[in-house]
């Protein structure tokens, strides 16, 4: 009976799993960015969400007053893999009772980039997490505000 011959063997391919396994993680792309109007301000407020062109894969995020976000999946783990993606950005203002004076929320987001289907926002995300995701607004909108 060899016992310590059996034992390397098992150290052996056991550490040939996990370097194998290391280099099993998914593609890592940037998962924070910033929304600004076209005009350099940041959205102050609202909810911006990603999805892939390719998997119909969804990434969302609040934004922050300084226009930052950071992604999350539908699991809540921060992230958002490389690819390309289309984006709706979502700002809900009640101001009802308050004067304009004490509006809080920035500019506002005209409601074409709140759906899919008009707000014609696409995305890149590359393969480099420490590149941000930027997305830019126009800050008027004509055609349908």
Request: glycine share 12%.
């Amino acid at each position: 009976m060899n016992y310590p011959r059996v034992g390397a063997v098992r150290l052996v391919h056991l550490s040939l799993i996990g370097l194998l396994l290391v280099g099993c993680g998914g593609p890592s792309g940037s998962y924070q960015g910033v929304v600004r109007f076209d005009d350099g301000s940041p959205v102050q407020s609202g909810s911006i969400e990603l999805r892939s062109l390719a998997t119909g894969s969804r990434y969302a995020s609040r934004i922050a007053s300084d226009g930052s976000f950071s992604l999350a999946g539908q699991d809540g783990e921060l992230r958002c893999p490389p690819g390309n993606y289309e984006a709706v950005v979502v700002q809900i203002v009640l101001t009802e009772d308050l004067a304009a004076g004490a509006h809080q929320h920035g500019q506002t987001v005209p409601r074409r980039y709140a759906d899919y289907y008009t707000s014609d926002l696409r995305v890149t995300n590359d393969s480099d997490p420490a590149s941000r995701i930027l997305i830019t607004l126009k800050s008027s909108d004509q055609s349908s505000d």
